[in-house]
């Protein structure tokens, strides 16, 4: 039954990305066909960036769980720290890529015509704006898995690619547009708030009370 406990929510992380998917497709498809075909291209390259993040958050999880059981404070906050500046990095080398080669990407990755590639380029660049932004929400939610707040982990990632993103994009949709791909860079921020504030109020504690009763 603990098993399952803190496993159910993991199950639930893994099928939210098709429920995003099909819900940005199906918003997009009221708008511009071009729009569909420019989403999947980012979720492609989204995946060659975000696969490294995650591998990080997987190693992640069990050297925090080992240390906590063999009561090492400065070894977890040590762990979190580094995973959080090697993540950000991978982020920030996937929002350098899509800013400086969106356009040969469309144009010879996914043989994209004319008008993709006009809509494309300013689509994929403020995307991948949210590329380091997510990162830190992937490893703090890694930090609640790790550490017992599971449901936490499953909270951050519904904040992340249902709850806030969807109407932030049915709300771009409807005022501007052309600017709906700033609603992953939205919804990541509010996320990533929701996620430290979360992080603050549980897994310190948690750090702090294990410091004190190993120096008692």
């Given at each position: 039954?603990?098993?399952?406990?803190?496993?159910?929510?993991?199950?639930?992380?893994?099928?939210?990305?098709?429920?995003?998917?099909?819900?940005?497709?199906?918003?997009?498809?009221?708008?511009?066909?071009?729009?569909?075909?420019?989403?999947?291209?980012?979720?492609?390259?989204?995946?060659?960036?975000?696969?490294?993040?995650?591998?990080v958050?997987?190693?992640?999880i069990?050297?925090?769980?080992?240390?906590?059981?063999?009561?090492?404070?400065?070894r977890?906050t040590?762990?979190?720290?580094?995973?959080?500046?090697?993540?950000?990095?991978?982020?920030?080398g996937?929002?350098?890529?899509?800013?400086?080669?969106?356009?040969?990407?469309?144009?010879?990755?996914?043989?994209a015509?004319?008008?993709?590639?006009?809509?494309?380029?300013?689509?994929?660049?403020?995307?991948?704006?949210?590329?380091?932004?997510?990162?830190?929400?992937?490893?703090?939610?890694?930090?609640?898995?790790?550490?017992?707040?599971?449901?936490?982990?499953?909270?951050?990632?519904?904040?992340?690619?249902?709850?806030?993103?969807?109407?932030?994009?049915?709300?771009?949709?409807?005022?501007?547009?052309?600017?709906?791909?700033?609603?992953?860079?939205?919804?990541?921020?509010?996320?990533?708030?929701?996620?430290?504030?979360?992080?603050?109020?549980?897994?310190?504690p948690?750090?702090?009370?294990?410091?004190?009763?190993?120096?008692?």
């Amino acid at each position: 039954g603990e098993m399952l406990r803190i496993a159910a929510p993991a199950v639930v992380m893994q099928s939210l990305s098709s429920f995003m998917s099909l819900g940005l497709n199906q918003l997009l498809t009221l708008w511009s066909q071009t729009g569909v075909f420019v989403l999947g291209v980012y979720f492609k390259i989204q995946t060659f960036v975000f696969m490294p993040i995650f591998g990080v958050s997987n190693g992640l999880i069990p050297i925090l769980s080992y240390n906590y059981g063999a009561r090492s404070p400065g070894r977890i906050t040590r762990s979190i720290r580094f995973s959080l500046m090697l993540a950000v990095g991978i982020g920030l080398g996937g929002l350098a890529l899509l800013s400086l080669a969106a356009s040969p990407l469309l144009r010879y990755c996914f043989q994209a015509g004319a008008q993709a590639v006009a809509m494309g380029v300013p689509a994929l660049r403020m995307t991948a704006l949210a590329f380091p932004i997510a990162a830190v929400s992937i490893i703090l939610s890694a930090s609640f898995q790790s550490l017992g707040r599971s449901t936490l982990s499953l909270l951050v990632s519904l904040l992340r690619q249902i709850v806030l993103l969807l109407p932030i994009a049915a709300l771009f949709l409807y005022v501007a547009p052309d600017q709906v791909w700033l609603s992953f860079l939205c919804a990541e921020v509010l996320s990533c708030l929701a996620a430290a504030a979360l992080y603050r109020r549980t897994i310190r504690p948690k750090i702090r009370a294990l410091a004190q009763g190993r120096s008692q």
